[in-house]
Nanobody, 124 residues
Framework: QVQLVESGGGLVQAGGSLRLSCAAS????????MGWFRQAPGKEREFVAA????????YYADSVKGRFAISRENANNTVYLQMSSLKPEDTAVFYC?????????????????WGQGTQVTVSS
C-alpha cells in the first residue's frame, strides 16, 4: 500500500520561496515516476512538475518553468518541490502523486496514488 504525505505548505509573500516535501511509504517509490499537481479555488487540478524514477529527467508546466524545481531522494522515499519567485496566482492546494507504472506524465489520470494536499498561499 502506498501512502503519500505532503508537508511544507504555508503563507508566503509574493517573491518568496517555499519547499514542499512528499514522504512516500511502500517499496515501489524508487522505481516510480512522481508528480506535483495543484488546484486553486474554483479551478481544475493542474499539472505542475514531474520527475522520473532516477531523478535525471524532469518536466514542468510552462507557468512554473524557471521558478520551481522538482527533485527526489530515493534513499529517503521523498520528493521535493522547491518553489521560488512565488506569485499570488500560485495560491493553491498542492498534491503529490505517484505512478504505479510508466514514465513521467502530466495528466492526473495517469497517476495512481495521491496525497492529501498541502495549502500554499501567496500574498501580494
Amino acid at each position: 500500500q502506498v501512502q503519500l504525505v505532503e508537508s511544507g505548505g504555508g503563507l508566503v509573500q509574493a517573491g518568496g520561496s517555499l519547499r514542499l516535501s512528499c514522504a512516500a511509504s511502500g517499496r515501489t517509490f524508487g522505481i516510480a515516476a512522481m508528480g506535483w499537481f495543484r488546484q486553486a479555488p474554483g479551478k481544475e487540478r493542474e499539472f505542475v512538475a514531474a520527475i522520473n524514477w532516477s531523478g535525471d529527467r524532469t518536466y514542468y508546466a510552462d507557468s512554473v518553468k524557471g521558478r520551481f524545481a522538482i527533485s527526489r531522494e530515493n534513499a529517503n522515499n521523498t520528493v521535493y518541490l522547491q518553489m521560488s519567485s512565488l506569485k499570488p496566482e500560485d495560491t493553491a492546494v498542492f498534491y503529490c502523486a505517484q505512478r504505479a507504472y510508466g514514465n513521467t506524465a502530466s495528466r492526473d489520470v495517469d497517476y495512481d496514488y495521491w496525497g492529501q494536499g498541502t495549502q500554499v498561499t501567496v500574498s501580494s
